[in-house]
């Protein structure tokens, strides 16, 4: 494998087995998280360990395939490429680019000579097609933003509060190794990306007229995360900003950025009877770095980024995530992996009695014996109260929860 390409093992570990398998592997998640760093290591992976493999490889962000715009154009661009009695390894980047391009898809699968890979990054776009058109023939793998681990392997730092701070202000994104982590440069960079996501991947493919709107609802976002609020009470905050806005617009404008992976939208479920609500939900971002960069980076969004970063912490190791409501007390997570739970409270610092008894005492009324923890910033965290341990973000970002 090449020297400069860094292994972010939990992927890797992922990867490797279906490799050779008459399945299409799909790299999914948001524009420049490391879908395609993912794609070159396995390429270069397989150029260095299966003898008589031929490589194709399709860039779509690349001019030289701007002629592969359909399913025919990709199928007939890849028997051009095909060399016969050989393993032929069929790489795609950015495949949502080409038009039914599951048709081509299922056709190539079809031929046992052929070892598929692509990435893509509109989740409704792959899922539907995909599961609609390739039920049981792909398995997908969804690429996040680095956790805190990887974000100080890629920039060579130690693990200790100066790092968590840069990872707070900055984020995740893998390119960012090649920038020095100053605020001019890098948030130039991540604006560049919310920019791309924005008006390529939803403006572009959606044809949206009303873009005011769209940012302002993004910045909305960006102020209200860990907020519980709805379709329609979006739509009458606008109303008093002087905007008036469908809640049925506001519907579609939530889903097609949700589609990007940009943010991710988390429903809420009553804790006593795991009953799940229809009304009420919450978004975090898939990398705080791109919130920043477009919404002013303030010390009073601490709380909030603190929150958003738990919450990708637990999604990076693939649990179920849901908002709790216990009567008319709040969960912020309810966690689930394996028919397991645990139920996490976020605050910044337990400043109070009142804060203690609120994140604490929430838990507290949760009547079973699953994992209960409060994460925060204080520096005397790791005791815990009846049961319920307090966790500081730096401990709980370093381990496996």
Known sequence: MANDLIVRKKYWNKIIPLIGKQLIKVFTGQ??????????????????????????????????????????DLNRYVAEHTAEGKSNCVFID???????????????????????YCTGSNAFMLSSELGTYLSGRHI?????????????????????????????RYGGLPYLKHVELRDELVFDYLKGVYNTILFRDIVKRHDLRNTAFLENLMRFLADNIGHLFSANSISDYLKSQMSRVAVSQVIDYLKH?????????????????????????????EDVGLRNAFWEYRPDDIAKILENLVYNHLKYNDYDVKM???????????????????????????????????????LEKIRDNYPKMVVSLDEFAGNSRNGVKHIHLLDFLNGEV
């Open 257 to 285: 950025i949700t589609e990007t992976f940009m943010l991710h939208r988390v429903g809420r479920v009553d804790v006593a009877g795991k009953k799940i609500f229809e009304i009420g939900e919450k978004y975090y971002f």
């Open 140 to 168: 997908e793998i969804e690429i996040k933003a680095l956790s805190f681990s990887e974000f100080i392997q890629f920039h060579n730092l130690h693990s200790d509060t100066e790092a968590l701070k840069l990872y707070m």
């Open 324 to 362: 709790g409501q216990l009567m008319n007390n709040e969960i912020d997570f309810v966690c689930r992996k394996n028919g397991e739970y645990q139920y996490i409270q976020v605050t910044y610092l337990l400043g109070s009695q009142e804060t203690v008894e609120r994140e604490f005492g929430n």
């Open 94 to 116: 950015e495949i949502q680019d080409i038009e039914h391009f599951e048709v081509a898809l299922r056709s190539l699968n079809n031929d046992a000579s052929y070892d598929l």
């Open 31 to 72: 524009r420049r998280v490391g879908k395609s760093y993912m794609l070159k290591q396995t390429m270069s992976y397989i150029e260095q360990h299966i003898a008589d493999v031929n490589i194709i490889f399709i860039d779509k962000e690349s001019l030289k395939f701007s002629a592969i715009k359909n399913a025919e």
